[in-house]
């Protein structure tokens, strides 16, 4: 069973930066496929970046070119780097685990889930 930690969120102002860590214990099968997600209060979770078991990623279009997703295995650490934040990127920032693309790709259906990291973003 895999264990995710996220760390990392705060106040930022506007345009802003910030890098969110998620911390991965526990068993991690090689075929492990991660991403970030978040949920803004009265809204429903959305993707915002995955990356894959050959270390492609992908993105959302809202945050493409602004946010980076890594892996640093010998850390065993997700990161989100977010650059140029806007106000409408403010929300609990998810990360998440699973051996299937197919679940992990659609916002809420990853097996795996850590407890959140709080992002505010002031304009």
């Known amino acids: 069973q895999v264990q995710l930690q996220e760390s990392g969120g705060g106040l930022v102002q506007a345009g802003g930066s910030l890098r969110l860590s998620c911390k991965v214990s526990?068993?991690?099968?090689?075929?492990?496929?991660m991403g970030w997600f978040r949920q803004a209060p009265g809204k429903e979770r959305e993707g915002v970046a995955w990356?894959?078991?050959?270390?492609?990623?992908s993105y959302a279009h809202s945050v493409k070119d602004r946010f980076a997703i890594s892996l640093d295995n010998a850390k065993s650490t997700l990161y989100l780097e977010m650059n140029s934040l806007k106000a409408e990127d403010s929300a609990m920032y998810h990360c998440?685990?699973?051996?299937?693309?197919?679940?992990?790709?659609?916002?809420?259906?990853?097996?795996?889930w850590g407890q959140g990291s709080k992002v505010t973003v002031s304009s």
């Open positions: 998440a685990a699973d051996t299937s693309w197919g679940r992990i790709s659609r916002a809420g259906q990853a097996n795996n």
């Open positions: 526990g068993y991690t099968d090689p075929r492990t496929f």
């Open positions: 990356i894959d078991v050959d270390v492609s990623t």
